[in-house]
């Protein structure tokens, strides 16, 4: 008999029906002789809402309070999973993170799983149960209290209760059939991709594709898990990320036996950028404003250095960084203006990221040519850009982010005829 981690977003479960569906998906899957650890998000957009909620009250919410009171969302969602499946015929019993074993660090609001032991979990598999696990929140046992592991966290503890459970696969249930060439919402004729290796998800994810929570990606591929990425609403196959770099993909009658240049478009409008201008140009300066940025716990993107505009031996340096660690980096930039010695700061939440990734970027020239004249026909100017091995991205103005995902994608024929299914959310 094999274990199955099933995971169900939020909007697979944003309404009773959504529930039905998900409870009697479960009990299929039993049926079929699985044993079935599900882990659920909060119903529909409740995290946000709760969010929106939270600012009408507070303007600095203490992050403990904040994990409180987002882990309430994934608590509902558990237990009316939990009495669903039960009033459907089959013994399910719900556990909070805490009660799953998930123990994580004590950082409020990004919180890293430190170590799962799930035995409550493992009894209740045991003794027929289909175990509901809520996704997203842990326990520190550092404070003893609970913490929640950055938006999107579910899926990473789906993966951590598969790898600790020694589960055969994890399946990651959402609203569309599986991992496109690019977010189906932007781009229509985004293809499902059937197979991809886990280190072209990382740098999707890595890149915004928020199909997948990075460090679910990370954790798969460290502890081997097989993960199916596939839609909550539809039987059909999904997407495997293959778990580690030496899992051969296995070519099928008909694949080509070359993997494509590149294996999707990735767009992130969740950064802003800030620019500290007139830098002393002399050694340790950059040091010193990174220095001060680490010290917000503040998480660098791109960075790029220019003469300055305010005149000679000066020099800009800007940075992308989570539009939700601004505050805390420009308070911290603030306070550390004068010992630095630069002129300014400007700060710009209006910009979007976008990102080509393809692991044949490496031995295949011409790449960037392509990427950029696709974003000047377009009419796309570019701010910033970096790139690794296999990935370049760049800043746009926010407004152009959507064109350029569109004009990037058709430049490299990823276009298909079929339209790409979006089942259900609000994208949000
Ligand atoms: P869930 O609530 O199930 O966790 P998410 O909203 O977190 O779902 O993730 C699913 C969404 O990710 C899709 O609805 C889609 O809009 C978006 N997305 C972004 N990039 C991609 C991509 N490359 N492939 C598929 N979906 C993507
Ligand atoms: N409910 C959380 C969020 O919206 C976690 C998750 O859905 O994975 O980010
Ligand atoms: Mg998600």
Redesign the pocket.
């Known amino acids: 008999m094999s274990l199955i981690v099933q995971k169900f ?2 909007s697979s479960v944003s309404d009773a029906e959504g529930i039905k569906r998900v409870a009697r998906r479960i009990i299929d899957t039993k049926a079929t002789g699985h044993d079935v650890v599900a882990v659920v ?2 119903m529909g957009d ?3 809402d709760l969010l929106d909620l939270a600012g009408q009250l507070t303007t600095e919410p203490p992050a403990r309070e904040m994990d409180m009171l ?1 882990s309430a ?2 608590r509902i969602s558990m237990a009316l999973l939990a009495m669903t499946i039960d009033g459907l015929g089959a013994k399910a019993v719900s556990f909070t993170g805490s009660q799953a074993g998930m123990i994580t660090d004590a950082v409020h609001g990004k919180a890293r799983v430190i170590d799962v032991s799930p035995q409550r979990v493992r009894q209740a598999v045991d003794r027929g149960y289909v175990a509901i696990v809520a ?2 929140q842990g326990m520190s046992p550092d404070s003893n209290d609970v913490t929640t592991m950055g ?5 990473t503890t789906a993966v951590a209760l598969a790898a600790a459970l020694n589960a055969d696969v994890c399946e990651i249930y959402t609203d569309v059939d599986g991992v496109y060439t690019a977010d189906p919402r932007i781009v229509a004729s985004a293809q499902k991709i059937d197979k991809i290796s886990s280190e072209e998800m990382l740098e999707l994810a890595a890149s915004g594709a928020k199909i997948l ?1 990075l460090r679910c990606v990370e954790y798969a591929r460290r502890f081997g898990v097989p993960l199916h990425v596939r839609s909550s609403f539809s039987t059909n196959e999904g997407t495997w990320v293959l778990p580690s770099p030496d899992d051969k993909i296995k070519i099928q009658e008909g694949e080509p036996l070359e993997q494509p240049i590149i294996s999707g478009v990735a767009h992130d409008r969740s950064e802003a950028k800030v620019t500290v201008v007139g830098v002393p140009d002399v050694p340790g300066k950059a040091a010193e404003i990174f220095g001060v940025i680490a010290g917000a716990h503040s998480n660098i993107d791109m960075i790029v250095q220019n003469v300055s505009t305010s005149g000679k031996d000066k020099t800009d340096i800007s940075f992308t960084l989570p539009i939700v660690e601004g505050k805390d980096a420009l308070d911290a930039l603030r306070d550390a203006q004068e010992r630095v010695g630069f002129e300014g700061i400007e700060y710009d939440d209006q910009v979007g990221k976008l990102s080509l990734i393809g692991a044949g970027m490496r031995s295949n020239p011409g790449v960037s040519y392509k990427f950029f004249h696709a974003l000047h026909e377009a009419g796309v100017n570019v701010d910033m850009i970096s790139t690794s091995e296999i990935r370049i991205s760049v800043i746009t103005h926010a407004d152009k982010l959507d064109d350029a995902v569109r004009a990037v994608h058709n430049a490299f024929g990823l276009d298909t005829d079929v339209e790409a299914t979006v089942y259900g959310g609000t994208g949000r």
Not at 151 to 155: I, N, P, V
């Open positions: 977003g939020g998000s909060a409740t995290t946000d987002l969302g994934e996704g997203f938006r999107g966290g579910s899926d929570h």
